[in-house]
């Protein structure tokens, strides 16, 4: 009976390894899909290519990689989905770290609000000259249209912005730039709470206390549980 238990217990610890490992493959994967929703690589002669040679990256279908030697992995700097018959664009989130992103020449009717979220880094996008920079011309510090195409350039920080596109964190918060045309409101140290309103520490063991014991509880019930039916057998 024991050792049934132990491999109950085993085969637990095993399916959250599983877990975690299907999570790390889902959001590689992310990655992936971003730099193949186009045929064929990342030309020599397009600005990205161009962006990416003077960057000292690695093309890898329609995507410039980077390492830039620290503690985190090889990630996007920059995106090119030109003449790639795009209709709409909604999710890019696997290319957040991008600086660059050509989505010119595309028949683009519609580019969701929340499309470029995230994308703290993005300096420089390409857009048909019909369709709006993200987050509107006052996010960005250069916008002009030639040769039929729409240039975004120097993406501006929305928590250092005057009127209406202001931003007015709550007391005990700081303002933090999240994309174009967006930010989020962070608290400080010592506050927390709706509006940031609630000083001292988060009661972490307030909070998480009862949730992990509620979590033992449950779990010691199935594993009585499945003792009495491995006893019945």
């Not at 020599?44 to 990256?57: K, L």
């Not at 506050?191 to 909070?207: D, S």
Request: net charge negative; glycine share 10%.
């Amino acid at each position: 009976m024991k050792m049934k238990a132990g491999c109950s217990q085993l085969k637990s610890v095993v399916l959250i390894l599983i877990f975690n490992l299907r999570f790390c493959v889902s959001y590689q994967l992310t990655e992936l899909q971003v730099c193949e929703l186009c045929n064929g690589p990342v030309l020599n002669g397009t600005a990205v290519g161009q962006f990416c040679a003077t960057s000292a990256g690695r093309i890898d279908g329609r995507c410039c990689l980077k390492n830039d030697n620290t503690s985190n992995p090889e990630h996007i700097i920059g995106l090119d989905l030109s003449n790639c018959s795009l209709t709409h664009v909604e999710d890019l989130q696997g290319a957040s770290s991008a600086l660059m992103i050509d989505l010119s020449l595309n028949p683009i009717v519609n580019i969701s609000d929340t499309a470029f979220q995230g994308f703290i880094e993005l300096n420089y996008i390409i857009l048909p000259q019909d369709i709006a920079c993200p987050g509107g011309n006052t996010s960005w510090g250069k916008v002009e249209v030639k040769e039929g195409h729409r240039l975004c350039e120097g993406q501006k920080d929305m928590c250092n912005q005057t009127g209406q596109l202001s931003v007015n964190c709550p007391e005990n918060s700081l303002c933090a730039p999240y994309g174009p045309g967006f930010s989020e409101c962070s608290c400080t140290d010592n506050f927390h709470g709706y509006k940031c309103l609630r000083e001292g520490e988060f009661p972490a063991l307030q909070v998480f206390g009862p949730l992990g014991a509620s979590t033992v509880v449950i779990s010691f019930l199935l594993w009585v549980t499945q003792r009495r039916k491995a006893k019945s057998l």
